[in-house]
């Protein structure tokens, strides 16, 4: 027990591009990590006799993978057109101010504090 610890791992850090760009980009590295990267560390983790360490590495995969699928479907929705416009009518929330807005497509600007449209949100009821 203890001693010296080697971490040997890599990351691409790329040019900051469009929205649309950088969501495809972390969606391409959130798969990398829950298909190669942490069953990789779990594997290691078997193979060196931990094995509560090994589920660890395997129940974040799940998460890195919800991720990914979180980042495809915000990047189909910039590609659609369809981040502040829905087809159906929805509660958009200021996420500044709170105030709700009930149409297909957020205000251009909150009219309670004026904040822009990119404060708008789908209002969650998730509590």
């Known amino acids: 027990e203890g001693g010296m610890v080697e971490i040997t791992a890599s990351y691409p850090s790329g040019v900051i591009g469009t929205t649309l760009e950088n969501l495809k980009a972390a ?43 979180r980042y495809l479907a915000l990047a189909k929705n910039v590609e659609e057109g369809k981040v502040f416009k829905k087809d159906d009518e929805v509660i958009w929330q200021c996420r500044n101010c709170g105030y709700l807005f009930v149409g297909k497509e957020a205000p251009e600007i909150c009219p309670a504090c004026l904040h822009p449209q990119a404060y708008f949100e789908v209002k969650k009821n998730n509590y």
């Open 27 to 69: 969606a391409a590295g959130e798969n990398e990590e829950w298909s190669l990267d942490y069953p990789k560390f779990a594997d290691i983790a078997d193979e060196e006799g931990f094995p509560a360490i090994a589920k660890m590495y395997r129940e974040i995969a799940v998460a890195e993978k919800g991720h990914e699928e």
